[in-house]
């Protein structure tokens, strides 16, 4: 057994003066912890506050923050997965525990999966969609799974379940990245999209649609879609829509700030820029809408695309602030929250019998939020990495 012993605990539950124990891979004690046996350790944390791992529903392994995404098309099997492993060393070093890929090359993610499960690599526990559905030429068309219509978009969410898909993840509108792809514009039907939600349900697996515009997002929650990533034309009849419906956000912010603050002159694609421009207003203004109405906020990064760093996913919360979120709102979209979109049921709160994914912070992150992106210790899955 290891205790952190003299310091705060903060989580969705508020602040409190407690120890914290863990013991194979669990939390088994918060409060007055008792000096244990002879092979039990101690770390003194006086001052400081134990907080749950950072759950990021929204990353790319694939990608690495470098300007322009599409360089990485040429790149080998071997390539990729290097540059994967060091996104996951990356995020865990940075207080992320659990990250939920949501569109890689063939088998990449799912792969990553089992190796940091197995243990061969060290990193954040990971739940992956594989490849997204896309329609023919659609966003994302080069990593994705090509389908066109109910039948062929069921056949395709059906090939990622088989490979073990924890989501299925779709592109129900044009990007931001894909050149010549219309932003806002919808790209899989109403029919489609209710195709891959009816193929997921019979795994019992939640989906995920990429959406940007008006009408796509309310396809995919009309669909039944679990979580709409982006949502950046949002107004207040959908955000209302969404809230009705259940249907998680993900706003991922990070994504469209990182473009944004380095531009052509970076090395963007000027056409990624421009659409980001475009879109900068209605994303922030979408934040009004959906905390108005009550939307359940998800905290999902992006993280791979443009200056949008695995190092860096706990800026997010920051972000998160700033569009008006509260400190505890946001510690609650990239934890409980997180790990409930992802289902599990285990992860996000420092309480017992979950499971052990702990950072120390010198802070207390609910009155200074950037207090999570300087954890002093790092905890996962019971093991102290860091």
Known sequence: MHVFRGGHVVDVDGVREADVAIEDGRIVAVGDVEAGGESDTETDVSGQFVAPGLVDAHVHLMMDGRPDIATTRGDS????????????QAALDAGVTTVRDLGARDTLALDA?????????????????GQNVVMTGGHGHWFGREADGPTEVRKAAREQLKR??????CMATGGVLTEGA?????ELSLDELEALVDAAASKDVPTAAHAHGKEGIENATRAGITSVEHGTFMDRETAELMAERGTYWVPTTAAIVGILENGVEAGIPEEAVAKSEEAAEAHEQAFEYALDAGVSIAMGTDAGTPFNFFADIPQELELLVDRGLTPEHALEAATVNAADLLGLDDVGKVEEGYR???????ENPTTTVSAWRHPTTVVADGDVVR
């Open 182 to 186: 219309k932003t806002g514009l919808p």
């Open 164 to 169: 073990g898909a924890d989501v299925v993840k």
């Open 113 to 129: 999966a089992r190796a940091v499960e197995s243990g061969v690599l060290e990193g954040p526990r990971v739940l992956a969609s």
């Open 356 to 362: 052990a994914d702990l950072v120390v912070l010198a």
């Open 77 to 88: 099997e071997s390539t990729a997965a290097y540059r994967a492993a060091a996104n996951l």
